[in-house]
């Protein structure tokens, strides 16, 4: 088993793809903490159009990025995330054990059993009082990770990420950061490689093969939601 640290799973970055990660996780048992360079949670969606309608959300004919956020961490609360807002992480280093140090721009270290890197589109950051239009390329941009198409290159079978440094496991990335052959940049495509990458992050973590539980009939899932 991998020694988890300070948190079962890092996940970088706040929007749709990361809060659902968090329900997906927190299912099987994991804590997520999130950093984020924003002072709240949704990304793109609470910051750049919050009001605007989104038209391609499954079960949505129509649904604004505040709403979508709201319903996102509505969904993760029984989880008992952990967010750490406007920080953002700037180092990435492997460490014995099979585990992660992540490092924030305050010096702070956070020890993990894996990493997610939610970043979105382009891994932007925002200096800060800028405006949310005045993006730069964040700190993970400069991370030695293999890249395509300006997204970071995935396995999309598991959403594992090659470090060129280490050939440690445990690193993943989703939604708009990633990118794999036929990656198609929606948000419900962040929501299916949020999933996928938990059952590969399950076996890393328990070294045991996973099997799916489904909310509808799992008793172990609805407790932990509290439905049970």
Not at 136 to 163: K, Y
Request: net charge neutral.
């Amino acid at each position: 088993m991998v020694n988890r640290g300070n948190a079962d799973v890092l996940i970088v970055g706040a929007g749709p793809a990361a809060l659902f990660a968090i329900f997906q996780l927190g299912i099987y048992g994991f804590r997520c903490h999130l950093v984020d360079r924003l002072d709240r949670a949704g990304g793109q969606c609470a910051v750049l159009y919050p009001d605007k309608p989104i038209y391609d959300v499954p079960g949505f004919p129509e649904i604004s990025g505040g709403e979508l956020t709201e319903r996102l961490m509505r969904q993760a609360a029984p989880c008992d995330p952990r967010f750490t807002f406007g920080r953002s992480v700037v180092a990435l280093a492997a460490t014995d054990g099979g585990a992660w140090r992540v490092g924030l721009d305050d010096g702070t270290p956070i020890d993990t059993g894996c990493v997610i890197l939610a970043t979105g589109l382009g891994l932007f950051d925002r200096p800060p009082g800028a405006s949310a239009e005045e993006l730069v390329p964040g700190p993970v941009a400069q991370w030695p990770l293999e890249r395509n198409r300006g997204g970071i290159r995935v396995d999309p079978s598991t959403f594992q990420a090659a470090h060129v440094q280490t050939a440690q496991q445990g690193l993943f990335a989703i939604g708009d950061a990633c990118d794999y052959p036929g990656k198609v940049k929606l948000i419900l495509s962040g929501f299916h490689e949020a999933a996928l990458a938990t059952q590969e992050i399950r076996r890393h973590l328990t070294g045991k093969r996973p099997t799916v539980a489904y909310s509808t009939t799992s008793k172990r899932v609805r407790e932990r939601l509290g439905r049970g």
